[in-house]
C-alpha cells in the first residue's frame, strides 16, 4: 500500500497484497509479523513505505489502526483497520466530517514535537469524540507522527490488547519507525539499497522460469512459482465468506467493503456505470449494495481482489490487455446466461473472469515464452489455447482452474474452466461450453453484425449449445450496451 502524506489515496497506491485474515489465530502470540515489520524497517525508501508496514501488520495481526490528517478544525481519517468509522466521516463520501480536538490534543503534541507516544489514551489527551469512535477501553496504543512538506501533520494511531504477550515490541517498533521518518525526512539514505537488490536478485534467480524445460512444467508449478497468487487479499476473503453465509446483511457487507477504499471505489464505480445505471448517482456503499445485489457484489469483488493480486501496480501492456479481456470475457459469459438461461449469471461470469486469469498467470510467469506464444498463434491463425498445449502440455483453462481451487471458489466451476477447451467430440459440462461461448462472443464485441453472424456460423459451442443466429445476436446486442471500468 503506498499512502500519500497529502491525504489522497489512488488505486495503484493502494494496490497491496494483504494476507488472508484466516492466517490470524493469536494476536498475543503473533511475533512473526512484528518480527517481519521490523525487518522491512530498514529497507523503507518513503513515508508511504513506512504506513504500509503498519498497515500490512495491522491486517495480518488483528491490531486496530487509524491513519488521520490532522486539520486546524480536527482530525481527517484516512484509513482505518479493524475500527468501525462513522461513515460520515470516511473519505468515500462528500465533505467528511472530523473528529474533534481538544486543548493539549496528543495528536498536537506529537505532530509538534515529532515525538512518538505511548500509552493509554483518556478524554484528558484526546476528546470524548476519538474515544468513543475509537471505542477506547484498556487498550495499550502509540501515536506515530508522520512528516508531509515539512510538517509533521499526519499520524498513525496503533493499538493492542493490554495482555498482549509481545506488546513490548510494539513500542520499540515505533520508535524504529519515528527514527526512520526523521532521516527519510533529512535525506539521510539508511535503507541498505545494494544489499535489497542483491536480496531480490537471489529471489528472482530462485524464481525463473525462463532457463527450465517447458515440458516439466504444471499449472501447479506455475501458479507457486507467482506465490501471492495462492491467497486473495484479506478485505475480497472476508467479502466473499460473508456473502457465503445465509444471514448476512447489507449492514455486515456495508462494513466490509468500507475497510478497503479501493473495493468501496470498484464497486461505487460499477453501480454507477452504464449497465447498472439508475436515475440518480450512487454516493454510499449501502445505495450501492441495494442497486447491485449480494451476488452481482461478489461477482466484482473478485474482479478488484483478482486484479490487485495479479496486476497489483504492474504497468505492462500485454498483461492489461489480457486483464480487460478478462473482464469482457466475464460479462459476455454472463449475458449469455442470462439470454440463455442455461446457468447461473454469477457461476458464468466467475468462469469466464477465471479461464482468462489463466493467461495472465502465463504472462507473468513465463514473459518471453508466452508472447512468442502470441505471436505464433497470429503467424498460424491456431488459437492461443492450441499453442499453450503444445509449448506446455496444458493450457489457460488448466491454471484458471487451478486458481479456483486455491482460493477455494467452486469445485464444479473449477472443473468446467479445465475443460473450456476440451474437444468439440468430448462430453464435457454445459457451463463449460458456456464459457468457452461467451469467450467467442466477447472476440465480436466491438465486430459489425456481419462478422457476429459469420463468428456464429463457425461456432461449434453455439451448435452444441442450440443457440441459433437471432439469440447469439441478442447476445452481442446487449454485451455491447456494457461499459464498466475495468
Known amino acids: 500500500m503506498k499512502v500519500s502524506c497529502d491525504g489522497v489515496m489512488t488505486s495503484d497506491e493502494l494496490n497491496i497484497d494483504v494476507k488472508n485474515a484466516e492466517a490470524v489465530r493469536t494476536p498475543d502470540l503473533n511475533l512473526k509479523p512484528i518480527l517481519r515489520a521490523a525487518g522491512q524497517l530498514n529497507r523503507c525508501m518513503s513515508v508511504a513505505d513506512v504506513t504500509s508496514i503498519f498497515h500490512e501488520l495491522a491486517c495480518d495481526t488483528g491490531y486496530r489502526m487509524l491513519l488521520m490528517r490532522k486539520w486546524s478544525s480536527g482530525l481527517r481519517v484516512l484509513l482505518a483497520v479493524g475500527i468501525d468509522v462513522p461513515a460520515r466521516m470516511t473519505t468515500s463520501g462528500d465533505n467528511p466530517e472530523l473528529i474533534s480536538l481538544i486543548e493539549n490534543d496528543i495528536f498536537d503534541l506529537t505532530s509538534d514535537e515529532k515525538s512518538v507516544y505511548v500509552g493509554n489514551l483518556t478524554s484528558k489527551v484526546v476528546s470524548g469524540e476519538f474515544m468513543q469512535i475509537a471505542n477506547i477501553g484498556n487498550q495499550q496504543s502509540f501515536i506515530l507522527p508522520l512528516p508531509s512538506r515539512g510538517r509533521w501533520n499526519t499520524s498513525i494511531y496503533f493499538d493492542w490488547d493490554v495482555d498482549c504477550k509481545v506488546a513490548s515490541l510494539l513500542p520499540m517498533l515505533a520508535n524504529s519507525a519515528l527514527t526512520k521518518l526523521h532521516c527519510i525526512e533529512a535525506g539521510i539514505e539508511t535503507s541498505g539499497t545494494k544489499i535489497a537488490a542483491m536480496v531480490a536478485a537471489e529471489k528472482a534467480r530462485k524464481t525463473d522460469l525462463s532457463n527450465i524445460e517447458l515440458s516439466t512444467l504444471t499449472p501447479e508449478k506455475v ?85 490487485a493480486v495479479i496486476l497489483g501496480g504492474r504497468k505492462s501492456e500485454v498483461l492489461n490487455s489480457i486483464w480487460e479481456k478478462s473482464v469482457s470475457t466475464a460479462i459476455a459469459c454472463q449475458v449469455a446466461a442470462d439470454i440463455s438461461g442455461l446457468c447461473n449469471r454469477e457461476v458464468a461470469f466467475t468462469g469466464g473472469l477465471m479461464q482468462n486469469l489463466g493467461q495472465l498467470v502465463l504472462a507473468r510467469a513465463l514473459p518471453d515464452q508466452y508472447k512468442k506464444i502470441f505471436e505464433s498463434a497470429n503467424k498460424q491463425g491456431e488459437p492461443v489455447h492450441a499453442i499453450e498445449k503444445t509449448t506446455f502440455g496444458f493450457d489457460h483453462g488448466d491454471l484458471g482452474g487451478c486458481l479456483i481451487d486455491r482460493w477455494h471458489l467452486n469445485p464444479e466451476l473449477a472443473g468446467a474452466v479445465k475443460l473450456h477447451h476440451a474437444g468439440y467430440e468430448e462430453e464435457v459440462p454445459e457451463l463449460a461450453r458456456l464459457i468457452a461461448l461467451g469467450e467467442e462472443l466477447a472476440e465480436v464485441r466491438d465486430n459489425t453484425l456481419e462478422v457476429v453472424e459469420v463468428k456464429h456460423a463457425i461456432s461449434e459451442n453455439a451448435k452444441i449449445l442450440n443457440i441459433d443466429v437471432d439469440t447469439w445476436t441478442k447476445m452481442w446486442e446487449e454485451l455491447s450496451t456494457i461499459d464498466v471500468e475495468c
Open 223 to 307: 501458479v507457486d512459482m507467482v506465490g501471492e497468487l495462492s491467497v486473495l487479499p484479506q478485505v475480497a476473503s472476508k467479502i466473499l465468506s460473508l456473502l457465503s453465509k445465509d444471514d448476512a446483511t447489507a449492514a455486515d457487507l456495508e462494513r466490509e467493503i468500507s475497510l478497503d477504499q479501493v473495493m468501496t471505489a470498484r464497486i461505487l464505480g460499477v453501480a454507477n456505470s452504464s449497465y447498472f445505471m439508475g436515475n440518480s448517482e450512487i454516493k454510499t456503499v449501502r445505495d450501492a449494495i441495494v442497486r447491485l445485489g449480494f451476488r452481482t457484489i461478489r461477482s466484482w469483488t473478485l474482479v478488484a481482489a483478482s486484479r
